[in-house]
T-cell receptor
Framework: AQSVSQHNHHVILSEAASLELGCNYS??????LFWYVQYPGQHLQLLLK??????LVKGIKGFEAEFIKSKFSFNLRKPSVQWSDTAEYFC????????????FGKGTTLSVSS | DAGITQSPRHKVTETGTPVTLRCHQT?????MYWYRQDPGHGLRLIHY???????DKGEVSDGYSVSRSKTEDFLLTLESATSSQTSVYFC????????????FGPGTRLTVL
């Protein structure tokens, strides 16, 4: 069965610090990869996605992620975080078959202090 | 933009009572999902639907049933609510963009006393 592992449960940063959140998945076939963000009290929103092509994908609000197939990883990065990035971040994977549900990691809470 | 509404948005109920949560979409997407979100567990799939009257179980389906009599509505029923079903429930639709991107509704916060 597929699974997703997010290495950091809670990350605390100061504004302007760089961010990298780890995500690894277990599945040997073709996958689609996602990072979703959940701001306090809100629903999930898509940050970025990878389907195919360039393994470095750029999303909203200055986030990017790199798919490294050999490492089964899809780490999220941002060069300089802001207080408004305080949120919970979820990595998710699905196999490349129409209609397949997402498998989520357990989430990483990011707290940014101003 | 895809539109999803969930109702109710908040509900408090007692153990043993049946509860039905509704998810309504406005764009006739084929695939719909119910997830529950719990601290330390992320989101876990309860049930999903791949068309009218076509549903299947997810990872945590025990104690839940679903129905989809119309494309736009996907109902989740807790047959006899238990305290372990206290959670936030999210409905999602598959945007069918070739990559299974899902768009999420606003969620329903359910408390079972």
């Amino acid at each position: 069965a597929q699974s997703v592992s997010q290495h950091n449960h809670h990350v605390i940063l100061s504004e302007a610090a760089s961010l990298e959140l780890g995500c690894n998945y277990s599945y040997g076939g073709t996958v689609n990869l996602f990072w979703y963000v959940q701001y306090p009290g809100q629903h999930l929103q898509l940050l970025l996605k990878y389907f195919s092509g360039d393994p470095l994908v750029k999303g909203i609000k200055g986030f990017e992620a790199e798919f490294i197939k050999s490492k089964f990883s899809f780490n999220l990065r941002k060069p300089s975080v802001q207080w408004s990035d305080t949120a919970e971040y979820f990595c998710a994977v699905t196999i490349n078959q129409a209609g397949t549900a997402l498998i989520f990691g357990k989430g990483t809470t990011l707290s940014v202090s101003s | 933009d895809a539109g999803i509404t969930q109702s109710p948005r908040h509900k408090v109920t007692e153990t043993g009572t049946p509860v039905t949560l509704r998810c309504h979409q406005t764009e006739n997407h084929r695939y719909m999902y119910w997830y529950r979100q719990d601290p330390g567990h992320g989101l876990r799939l309860i049930h999903y639907s791949y068309g009218v009257k076509d549903t299947d179980k997810g990872e945590v389906s025990d104690g839940y049933s679903v129905s989809r009599s119309k494309t736009e509505d996907f109902l989740l029923t807790l047959e006899s609510a238990t305290s372990s079903q206290t959670s936030v429930y999210f409905c999602a639709i598959n945007l069918e963009d070739g990559g299974n991107e899902q768009f999420f509704g606003p969620g329903t916060r359910l408390t079972v006393l």
